[in-house]
């Protein structure tokens, strides 16, 4: 079983966050072994139960044994109100509760309160690169993702199987199931327009267009997308500099596979070189280096910066109002000067910032104080 670099504390209570299919259940019943009660609320009688009766959860948990320390709650977004009871329990006891959830959406729905501190928050993303060590194919990544299950398919007919149950899973677990909205066929649409829309600038107005919806609809869906975990809105760099910048947010679906599964394209073989490719090559970066922060612990702010005159950087990375990093990313295997036009351009504008290309090649350069780097190699200087 391939190991993960997320550090999760053995002595204290945790949420741990994460899309459906990322591996959080597995990872806890690998970490926590032994002393350990599971209770899986996306299975339906145990949710019934506790849905009626959520303080049978408190009598349960009082009646348990001193060989139990810890306790999993599965997909906890399930029945909001059992925080209550877990709130009492790490009160008045030395139970350890892990709790996951698939969704944010229920919890701030309900007004349930995370336990105001005493428990810490993780997320858990698709495996990344190091995670796959040799395992890893850039290719495949690119076109099927890296959802474990969807990793641990050897044949690509069973992980574009696997992609598209997914997403029909999604909408009727995770959408339609849980009443996010009222009319399921308007968001089955959407979702395929904000997949074809992907790492592009969100147009609120066009989408409700296509969509036939108004554009506050549209709003909330790509909140119900991050609140499900199921893709981030990367904002608009709002800083001050010398041209008029949008201030328009781009999303990004949080794994390449289920992006193509929810547009439609899963099936269809991914060329190298394409624009799809490019999109899916950046993509796969800012994940990338977004992860590894996240699993770091470490408190960075992400954005992108465009002008109305058509430069663009792809990701800035700041720490409070400073920014840090600027990351231009490339899917080409060889580098070109142009490659950091839009990033001299900004050079003044920060100049305490750092300035990489990623790319697809294999050498290392550095070209007017811009870093050209293999773009494995450039994650692993950003985040170290």
Same mark, same amino acid.
């Given at each position: 079983?391939?190991?993960?670099?997320?550090?999760?504390?053995?002595?204290?209570?945790?949420?741990l966050f994460g899309a459906r299919g990322t591996g959080k259940t597995q990872l806890l019943k690998r970490e926590f072994s032994e002393n350990t009660l599971y209770i899986d609320l996306l299975n339906l009688e145990t949710e019934a139960k506790y849905q009626l009766q959520p303080e049978s959860l408190y009598k349960e948990l009082s009646a348990?044994?001193?060989?139990?320390?810890?306790?999993?709650?599965?997909?906890?977004?399930?029945?909001?109100?059992?925080?209550?009871?877990?709130?009492?329990?790490?009160?008045?006891?030395?139970?350890?509760?892990?709790?996951?959830?698939?969704?944010?959406?229920?919890?701030?729905?309900?007004?349930?309160?995370?336990?105001?501190?005493?428990?810490?928050? =993780?997320?858990? =993303?698709?495996?990344?690169?190091?995670?796959?060590?040799?395992?890893?194919?850039?290719?495949?990544?690119?076109?099927?993702?890296?959802?474990?299950?969807?990793?641990n398919y050897d044949s690509p007919l069973d992980k574009r199987r696997f992609l598209k149950a997914y997403a029909n899973t999604y909408l009727k677990e995770e959408v339609w199931g849980e009443q996010l909205v009222r009319k399921i066929e308007p968001f089955r649409k959407f979702l395929q327009v904000a997949a074809q829309s992907h790492g592009?600038?969100?147009?609120?107005?066009?989408?409700?267009?296509?969509?036939?919806?108004?554009?506050?609809?549209?709003?909330?869906?790509?909140?119900?997308?991050?609140?499900?975990?199921?893709? =981030?809105?990367?904002?608009?760099?709002?800083?001050?500099?010398?041209?008029?910048?949008?201030?328009?947010?781009?999303?990004?679906?949080?794994?390449?596979?289920?992006?193509?599964?929810?547009?439609?394209?899963?099936?269809?073989?991914?060329?190298?070189?394409?624009?799809?490719?490019?999109?899916?090559?950046?993509?796969?970066?800012?994940?990338?280096?977004?992860?590894?922060?996240?699993?770091?612990?470490?408190?960075?702010?992400?954005?992108?910066?465009?002008?109305?005159?058509?430069?663009?950087?792809?990701?800035?990375?700041?720490?409070?109002?400073?920014?840090?990093?600027?990351?231009?990313?490339?899917?080409?295997?060889?580098?070109?000067?142009?490659?950091?036009?839009?990033?001299?351009?900004?050079?003044?504008? =920060?100049?305490?910032?750092?300035?990489?290309?990623?790319?697809?090649?294999?050498?290392?350069?550095?070209?007017?104080?811009?870093?050209?780097?293999?773009?494995?190699?450039?994650?692993?200087?950003?985040?170290?």
């Amino acid at each position: 079983m391939l190991s993960r670099i997320i550090n999760l504390p053995k002595n204290h209570s945790f949420f741990l966050f994460g899309a459906r299919g990322t591996g959080k259940t597995q990872l806890l019943k690998r970490e926590f072994s032994e002393n350990t009660l599971y209770i899986d609320l996306l299975n339906l009688e145990t949710e019934a139960k506790y849905q009626l009766q959520p303080e049978s959860l408190y009598k349960e948990l009082s009646a348990v044994g001193k060989d139990i320390r810890y306790v999993v709650i599965d997909e906890i977004q399930k029945v909001p109100k059992l925080l209550d009871v877990v709130h009492r329990k790490i009160e008045e006891s030395d139970l350890l509760f892990l709790l996951t959830g698939s969704s944010a959406r229920k919890l701030k729905a309900g007004a349930a309160n995370l336990l105001a501190g005493r428990a810490f928050v =993780f997320h858990l =993303f698709p495996f990344t690169s190091l995670e796959l060590g040799d395992d890893f194919d850039l290719h495949s990544a690119l076109q099927y993702g890296c959802l474990p299950q969807s990793v641990n398919y050897d044949s690509p007919l069973d992980k574009r199987r696997f992609l598209k149950a997914y997403a029909n899973t999604y909408l009727k677990e995770e959408v339609w199931g849980e009443q996010l909205v009222r009319k399921i066929e308007p968001f089955r649409k959407f979702l395929q327009v904000a997949a074809q829309s992907h790492g592009q600038e969100v147009n609120y107005s066009k989408i409700s267009r296509d969509v036939g919806v108004d554009a506050n609809t549209i709003k909330n869906y790509y909140s119900i997308l991050e609140d499900t975990l199921l893709g =981030f809105l990367l904002p608009a760099y709002n800083g001050s500099v010398r041209k008029q910048l949008k201030l328009t947010p781009k999303f990004y679906l949080f794994d390449t596979g289920v992006k193509r599964a929810m547009e439609g394209t899963v099936d269809f073989d991914l060329n190298h070189g394409s624009y799809e490719y490019g999109v899916l090559f950046e993509t796969l970066v800012i994940a990338e280096i977004q992860r590894y922060f996240a699993y770091q612990e470490k408190e960075y702010q992400f954005s992108y910066l465009a002008t109305d005159g058509g430069a663009e950087i792809d990701l800035l990375i700041s720490q409070g109002n400073k920014v840090k990093f600027l990351v231009e990313v490339k899917s080409a295997t060889s580098y070109r000067p142009e490659f950091i036009k839009h990033i001299k351009e900004f050079q003044k504008d =920060f100049r305490e910032a750092k300035a990489f290309v990623l790319y697809n090649g294999v050498d290392s350069m550095l070209d007017e104080g811009v870093h050209i780097l293999p773009w494995k190699e450039g994650i692993a200087e950003i985040v170290r």
